[in-house]
């Protein structure tokens, strides 16, 4: 994994290589599985999402020993960031992922996926200045969002509901975001998604447990679609976009995600053989198209370097 003293600054652009470039197409492969993959488990979803991460951080162990040497002088305030990005992380999850089989995978998705709209919000709360591009991009995604919960009113009250907990884990996944990039200032991508991962599958154990939601006891088939998803999306998807990360810089990274939404409708099709209502489609575009504006042109500084 790369280290963190060679990460690239929040908003920042640099052009993918070819190594970069496919490695950012593998991931977006991963993670367009995940909608999909998931709304076919039976069992519940902070079942899933428990053990999507406590697999993704067993399985990446052995890289972290690897980076070993890089960790010396780490302590426990340099894995707080990671602690709160795996909290935030488990919101992310508990949200998102029960909105699949509540609304359509694709509007779910498109919704999620507005992560960088709420980031940017966080960054003007914080004093920084926005272009107006971003402000356009912000008003064409609200606008898409309200599309899709309009169409889906028509649809059911429980389809609008999945549309607000799919929105809410965009909301939490910006602050896994922006805790996740506190952190990779001081911490190796292994380390980092070990911390957090470990972190969220503790937090979605406990609240299993509350809930008194079983983590184990599931089918064979529930166990490979489980085993499948964790290889998807967590390490093909996750794990890999915070690999490069560190070189081609967290803009390059969002629009990158922007293709989970035609992948994850793509893949739904043929796995699900679902299709999202006709006219909840020009809503999902101008997600897709506000989202890209607002990545695009969402330098928070001044000062950052040009394009």
Not at 50 to 57: D, H, L, S, T
Not at 208 to 235: E, K, M, N, Y
Request: proline fraction near 6%; include cysteine; glycine fraction near 10%.
């Amino acid at each position: 994994m790369s280290s963190a003293a060679t990460a690239t600054p929040a908003w920042a652009v640099s052009r993918p290589g070819g190594r970069d470039a496919a490695l950012m197409a593998v991931a977006v492969v991963g993670v367009s599985f995940s909608g999909p993959l998931t709304a076919l488990v039976a069992t519940s979803f902070l079942a899933i999402a428990f053990w999507r991460n406590a697999a993704g951080a067993v399985l990446l162990v052995p890289l972290l020993l690897r980076d070993r040497p890089a960790l010396a002088g780490v302590g426990v305030r340099q894995l707080g960031s990671s602690v709160v990005a795996g909290l935030f992380l488990a919101a992310h999850f508990a949200a998102w992922l029960p909105s699949l089989s509540m609304t359509t995978v694709a509007a779910s998705t498109a919704l999620v996926t507005t992560t960088p709209i709420w980031t940017a919000l966080a960054a003007r709360v914080s004093g920084v200045h926005l272009p107006r591009q971003v402000w356009a991009g912000l008003a064409l995604a609200v606008l898409g969002a309200a599309l899709i919960a309009g169409v889906d009113v028509t649809v059911s009250w429980e389809a609008l509901a999945g549309d607000g907990l799919a929105l809410l884990g965009a909301i939490c996944a910006g602050g896994y975001m922006l805790a996740g990039a506190r952190a990779r200032t001081r911490l190796t991508t292994s380390a980092y998604a070990v911390a957090c991962y470990s972190t969220c599958a503790l937090a979605l154990a406990v609240a299993a447990l509350v809930a008194g939601v079983p983590l184990v006891g599931f089918s064979a088939r529930d166990w490979w679609l489980i085993a499948a998803i964790t290889v998807c999306a967590q390490l093909l998807g996750h794990t890999i976009l915070n690999k490069v990360l560190s070189t081609v810089g967290p803009t390059v990274v969002g629009l990158a995600i922007l293709l989970e939404v035609p992948g994850a409708l793509l893949v739904a099709l043929v796995l699900l053989q679902q299709a999202p209502p006709l006219l909840a489609l020009p809503g999902m575009v101008a997600v897709v198209i506000g989202v890209a504006l607002v990545v695009r042109a969402g330098r928070p500084a001044p000062e950052a370097d040009p394009l």
